[in-house]
């Protein structure tokens, strides 16, 4: 079911290239609806949103009581309820370590600097409606944001007939303020202009459909955004002593995602490619997606054979992987190695679903090769910093001629003055 290539310089380069392509691809008729509904309601704010709501999701938005997640709340099941509790707790205390607090320190030339830390006023959560109901990610992106002291927590959702129940139960868990049935690119121009009873947020995070990709694209610098995310991907890095099981089961775990997710296997072991590869083919048969991972594993999926390890980590490093998964005798000695990767799963035992649901660490990550220069969501994601600088008389004293000169050098001569007349 995938295809198994030597690599020989040539082959593997041609299966980044599909990759890297499948990622690139973009819709012209996609971006110019994204960009009129953004202007639609810019120019008129609500009554746009509710008209596009009207055509797309046929009702207009609304805000949910807060009865109505304490209600979603008792419905779920009690097993569930104690699942997300369990991953809100790890994701918040993963994210208290992380957190980078206000500092201040003595200048050398006699003041004070430092910087004070505060978390973002206003942040929106989408969420995606139908039948793409994701708990975890509301947690995911709500959780961080709580722990980084964000101040309101917007949850947008497309206003679908029933809301999902697990949705809004984990919206009441991380904490969400208010939660607002509002979908597609016309709830993203929401949230950046304002449109009535929706406020402007300070920053929007959360996936969504392709519409809605663009739409926080083109919002991006109204707001700041998590990222542009592309299809999902995973990088499994093994040996000959991995268990072929285990690597089939976690490529097709990513393989179900969608027709454009990647999965693919390094290995330095043919052998481990050929039992992988018919484990692929054995267990597909018993999943309820077999159809979309099929042509997933068809069209992005494969198996390198490199000539050892140390290759499959070069090759790694240049796809820049969302999820990298290293199964092989010592794992840990990969990884001082790896450079570039959304998040690292070492060991046999610790699969990229428990980094999905439960471990701690977010699940939004960079794609397509953005693990090259962006990380994952965390705390920092939810928070800025403000410069402090604290001088007297004394302490600008010496340093004030310095000032002067490299005033003068750039021809800002008011700002000269400004340090000249201080000391007349």
Avoid at 27 to 56: C, H, T
Avoid at 376 to 395: G, N, T, W, Y
């Amino acid at each position: 079911m995938i295809t198994i290539i030597q690599a020989d310089g040539a082959a593997e380069r041609r299966q980044l290239d599909a990759m890297r392509a499948r990622a690139a691809e973009k819709n012209a008729d996609i971006e110019q609806a994204a960009k009129a509904i953004m202007e639609s309601v810019r120019q008129e704010g609500l009554p746009a949103v509710e008209r596009y709501s009207r055509q797309f999701d046929r009702r207009e938005p609304y805000e949910l009581p807060r009865e109505r997640l304490d209600e979603a709340y008792i419905a779920c099941p009690a097993r569930l309820i104690a699942a997300l509790e369990h991953a809100a707790r790890n994701i918040r205390d993963y994210n208290e370590k992380l957190l980078v607090r206000s500092m201040e320190w003595n200048s050398p030339d006699g003041g004070r600097v430092g910087r004070v830390v505060r978390g973002l006023s206003r942040v929106g959560i989408y969420v995606p409606g139908g039948t793409a109901a994701y708990p975890s990610s509301v947690l995911m992106n709500a959780v961080p944001a709580k722990v980084a002291g964000v101040e309101e927590i917007i949850m947008l959702t497309p206003p679908t007939e029933n809301l999902n129940d697990a949705v809004l139960a984990a919206a009441k868990i991380a904490g969400v303020n208010r939660v607002i049935a509002v979908g597609g690119a016309q709830a993203v121009a929401a949230v950046t202009y304002g449109a009535g009873f929706i406020p402007r947020v300070d920053k929007l995070v959360g996936p969504g459909n392709a519409y809605v990709a663009v739409a926080k694209r083109l919002a991006y610098g109204q707001l700041d955004i998590d990222m542009v995310a592309g299809p999902s991907e995973v990088l499994v890095i093994a040996d000959g002593g991995a268990d072929p099981k285990f690597i089939a089961a976690d490529l097709l775990s990513q393989a179900e995602h969608d027709r454009l997710a990647s999965a693919v296997l390094l290995t330095n072991d043919a052998a481990l490619a050929q039992a992988v590869d018919k484990e692929i083919v054995r267990q597909t048969g018993n999943l309820s997606r077999s159809e979309i991972m099929e042509t997933s594993l068809r069209d992005f999926g494969c198996a390198i054979v490199c000539e050892n390890l140390e290759q499959c980590v070069e090759l790694a490093n240049e796809i820049a992987p969302e999820h990298l998964e290293i199964v092989t005798h010592a794992p840990r000695e990969l990884l001082p190695a790896v450079k570039n990767a959304g998040a690292v799963f070492l060991g046999a035992y610790t699969p990229e679903p428990l980094g999905d649901y439960l471990a701690g660490p977010d699940h939004v990550l960079p794609t397509s090769g953005t693990a090259r220069f962006f990380s994952p969501l965390s705390v920092d994601s939810f928070l800025k910093s403000i410069s402090v600088l604290e001088f007297d008389r004394k302490a600008l004293g010496p340093i004030s001629q310095e000032i002067i000169e490299m005033a003068r050098a750039e021809k800002l001569t008011a700002h000269a003055n400004s340090i000249q007349v201080r000391f007349e």
